[in-house]
């Protein structure tokens, strides 16, 4: 976690992100994805929060500077969509500057106003809110019913 701190401070200080505690930052270690390069640091963060059965967050997505550009940031949106798909979750969006990239791997933008109230209560705790202008953007994940009947057969294989 202190990596994962580190990676997002060198972009919080330019203000293209929030900083996190290293408190906040344990209570959600579940919900990241790391890449690391071959001697295993690391080198990109990703983490998938998620809020009601249908709704989850795509957060604190950071790629270190040296590794731009190798689909490194792709690849962490697609293990945080792969998550919310396994948790059978229809709708992942973020909340971010960099819409462009996001719209790249498969988001789309929409108004911030269309997002539930329940999503609130971490913005109005930073410096920015309410004049933030960050741009949520929305991805649809695909629940492929095969998905759900290979679990179960693994499930059966397993007894
Ligand atoms: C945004 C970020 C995660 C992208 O990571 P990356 O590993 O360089 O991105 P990828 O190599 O996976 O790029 C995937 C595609 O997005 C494009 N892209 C990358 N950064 C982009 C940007 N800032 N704006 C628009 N397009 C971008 C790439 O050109 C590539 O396009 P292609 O498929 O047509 O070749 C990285 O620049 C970063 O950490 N930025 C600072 C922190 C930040 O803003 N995080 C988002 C907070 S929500």
């Known amino acids: 976690m202190p ?5 997002i ?12 505690s290293l408190g906040e930052l344990y209570e959600s ?10 001697s295993g640091q690391v080198i990109g963060c990703a983490a998938l929060h998620v809020f009601w059965d249908d709704l989850a967050e ?3 997505l950071a790629v270190s500077e040296r590794a731009h550009g ?5 690849g962490l949106v697609e293990a945080c969509v792969d998550a919310a798909q396994e948790l059978e979750i229809k709708t992942v969006f973020t909340l971010t500057y960099v819409a462009d990239f996001f719209e790249k791997c498969g988001y789309h933008r929409i108004d911030k106003a ?3 109230h329940k999503i609130w209560n971490e913005c ?15 991805r649809s ?6 998905f759900v009947t290979a679990g179960l057969d693994h499930a059966t294989n397993l007894r």
């Not at 401070?9 to 996190?20: G, H, P, Q, S, V």
């Not at 190798?70 to 792709?74: A, N, Y």
């Not at 109005?124 to 741009?135: A, D, G, Q, S, Y």
């Open 29 to 38: 270690i579940r919900e990241f994805f790391v890449a690391t390069d071959p």
């Open 58 to 60: 795509l957060k604190c």
């Open 70 to 74: 190798q689909g490194i940031g792709r």
């Open 141 to 146: 994940v695909v629940i492929e019913p095969e």
């Open 124 to 138: 109005v705790r930073c410096p920015l809110f309410p004049n933030c202008t960050e741009i949520a953007l929305v």
């Open 3 to 7: 990596a994962i701190q580190e990676l």
């Open 114 to 116: 269309e997002l539930p």
């Open 9 to 20: 401070r060198t972009f919080a200080d330019r203000k293209l992100m929030i900083r996190r």
